[in-house]
């Protein structure tokens, strides 16, 4: 099982649930504008603390409120590529891709630098900084830097939001590519349907309340529902 999830997240007055188990591939989480997408993924990463439940990706468990689990974000091998992407401004293209090399450990490591390059087609844009990349050149070595980095499973927030329709499809052929050629698990925020489809082997949706959570595993099966 790729991802056993089942938690809750306060965010100010409101409660994000969140409960669903999924096998191999790549999972999307769905749902309306301001349903709790981000906050289940920063809850999963670490990056915001649950007030209660589980968290286990790839069979470890990085929480659990009952036994006293909890992984610090940084011990916790996710390959997190933010919404806004997150480069570092005043550092080159290749630089932010060696921060993400040196958090690796020899034994985690899935992939070398200069395969990385090849894989992502970016060789060209080594020398370059964040604020003169494209969207997509940049989407694609935010990517790098997390594949870099050794990651257990992968985390991708609306990895798509922001591109036109040819970038778009280079980014949706290049994550079907990692996840084919690294069987990582990935969850992949997303409010597009088209995309959904073209990526996702299983399908969460998050609702405004209970009764409007439903799923759609493509492949395989799954037990998921979601509540903000």
Known sequence: MSFDIALQV????????CSFATGTGITALC?????????????????LAPTQGHVVAGGATL?????GIAVP????ACGLVFQDLRLFPHLGVEAN????ERRAPPARRVIEFADAVRLLDIGHLLARRPATLSGGEAQRVAIGRALLS???FMLLDEPLAALDVRLRDGVIDLIARI?????LPMIL????PDDVARLADHVVMLGQDPASAWSAPRTGTASEGCAG
């Open 10 to 17: 306060r965010r100010g007055p409101r409660t994000i649930a």
């Open 150 to 152: 050794g990651p257990r």
């Open 189 to 192: 925020v997303s409010h597009a």
């Open 179 to 183: 996840h084919r050629q690294f069987d």
């Open 73 to 76: 974000a940084q011990h916790r």
């Open 31 to 47: 749902g309306p504008s301001g349903a709790g997408k981000s906050s289940v993924l920063a809850a999963i990463a670490g990056l």
């Open 63 to 67: 929480f659990d409120s009952a036994r």
């Open 97 to 100: 891709l060696r921060y993400g």
